[in-house]
């Protein structure tokens, strides 16, 4: 795992988005994995600022979103898919058509996981950038008793349903299940990006980084990958800083 180090969230925002730019300007036509909550919305303001100075073209660039609240229509200003147009899909070149995120009004979400995992396949992901829960649940793959490889319907843990209720106006709409890509789609990303920003953070990057590789944390699957970059502020790498020292 290759770990860089910024001081703040604004050079991890601008940092992570170097990345995704060089790999755009190398390959137009990359398959992004994008992420959604919190932490990437600077990395996508960067994005948008470069196409705004005509440094980066995104017309040929398809992409995979890991994941979608479960019974949330696209409009619905709580979706992911909503909040990818807002932060990102609204502000550049990109054709809305190739743009995938799982449907969260599929009457059977079962097909629905098999469509995706099939789009997935036949896209193949060059970069899937990422982020982490305070639980070490990527996409919204959380801890469990075994590593899911394939897009699936999930129970959001408790500690994942209070986190996110920040976004939501009443704690009783957010919704208890969501569909996310699974770990083989994960680790099937040539190139994977992880950001992670604040103190809160810095107890489950610890673990991810150093800890046993287990479901329980799924995060700490990322060691098995041969072309990680975490880019992290000082304040989320601290506990492992002290572990360095
Ligand atoms: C959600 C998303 C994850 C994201 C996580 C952390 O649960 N499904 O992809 O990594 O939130 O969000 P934040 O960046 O707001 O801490």
Not at 10 to 28: F, G, H, T, Y
Not at 99 to 118: F, M, N, V
Not at 165 to 171: G, L, Q
Not at 174 to 185: N, Y
Request: hydrophobic residues 40%.
């Amino acid at each position: 795992m290759k770990i860089i180090r910024t001081k703040n969230y604004d050079e991890m925002s601008w940092r992570a988005a170097q990345i995704l730019l060089s790999q755009l300007i190398v390959k137009p036509s990359s398959v992004l994995g994008l992420a959604t909550g919190s932490t990437p919305i600077g990395v996508y303001e960067h994005l948008v600022r470069a196409y705004q100075k005509n440094e980066v073209d995104f017309s040929k660039m398809h992409t995979v979103n890991l994941d979608e609240y479960y019974g949330l229509a696209k409009d619905n200003p709580q979706s992911y898919a909503y909040f990818m147009n807002k932060h990102l899909f609204d502000h550049i070149n990109v054709s809305k058509e190739n743009t995938h995120i799982p449907s969260g009004l599929a009457d059977d979400p079962i097909l629905e996981c098999k469509r995706y995992d099939e789009r997935i396949e036949n896209l193949g992901i060059d970069l899937q950038l990422l982020g982490v829960g305070h639980n070490g649940h990527i996409g919204f793959n959380e801890p469990s008793d075994c590593f899911t490889p394939t897009t699936h319907l999930v129970h959001l843990s408790q500690k994942t349903i209070d986190a996110n209720a920040r976004f939501f106006e009443n704690r009783q709409d957010v919704p208890k299940e969501a569909i996310t890509m699974g770990i083989k789609s994960i680790l099937s990303a040539k190139k994977i990006v992880l950001v992670a920003s604040g103190a809160d953070k810095s107890s489950i990057l610890k673990k991810m980084i150093l800890g046993k590789v287990q479901p329980q944390v799924p995060a700490s699957i990322l060691q098995l990958h041969g072309d990680v970059t975490i880019v992290a502020d000082e304040a989320a790498l601290s506990e492992w800083s002290e572990e360095q020292e």
